[in-house]
């Protein structure tokens, strides 16, 4: 069975939309403007990198990150080389890049659930507010790496659902605090017997 990892940028109540500087949101670039950069927060980006056996997306996060990811050949080699999947039901393969490695379109969370329990290595979930959502409500996420930044930022998409589930228990498996407010919490869901 492989690791489903979901790892964000998440402010303290609990947004994802727009760390970056992704148009239409109102606070975009709030992980530029809300902290002094502190190369030590975002070191977890690099070990993530360097565990990860492939990707999941979901379809705008797909769009968003396959112009710009596969020139970004510095900062982002691994993950331009390991396998990509992307949850859609509507992109077809003409809609793929032919620059950013083998990519695999998944039609369902059936389709996800299959391959998490598949041989291989972790896979990562970056960005994807919606089908984080989705796969939370299924059960279905491993493990949250998450970067809490100190900000408020209202409304905007979150990561965590706000759908009646059932109580998913965290175990707590890595923390830090650094200078700059951010902290990195680390957590596995526990899995009943």
Avoid: C
């Avoid at 939309?17 to 070191?43: H, K, L, Q, V």
């Avoid at 100190?150 to 605090?177: C, M, N, Y």
């Amino acid at each position: 069975m492989r690791t489903l990892i979901a790892t964000a940028f998440i402010s303290l109540d609990g947004v994802m939309e727009g760390p970056g500087g992704e148009p239409d949101y109102r606070n975009s670039g709030w992980t530029i403007s809300s902290t002094e950069f502190d190369p030590a927060a975002y070191e977890l980006k690099g070990t993530e990198q360097g565990e990860a056996a492939a990707m999941l997306l979901g379809r705008r996060s797909y769009q968003a990150f396959s112009p710009v990811w596969p020139s970004m050949t510095e900062e982002f080699p691994a993950y331009n080389a390991m396998p990509k999947y992307v949850l859609s039901t509507t992109l077809s393969e003409k809609d793929l890049v032919d620059n950013w490695g083998e990519t695999t379109i998944l039609r369902s969370i059936s389709d996800v659930a299959r391959l998490r329990a598949s041989d291989g290595g972790p896979i990562s979930i970056h960005g994807s507010s919606t089908m984080v959502r989705s796969l939370q409500e299924h059960n279905l996420i491993d493990r949250y790496h998450l970067l809490i930044f100190p900000v408020l930022l209202g409304d905007g998409k979150r990561l965590f659902s706000d759908a009646p589930i059932h109580a998913q228990k965290l175990k707590l498996v890595d923390s830090a605090v650094y200078p700059n407010g951010i902290q990195k919490n680390i957590f596995d869901v526990i899995r009943e017997p």
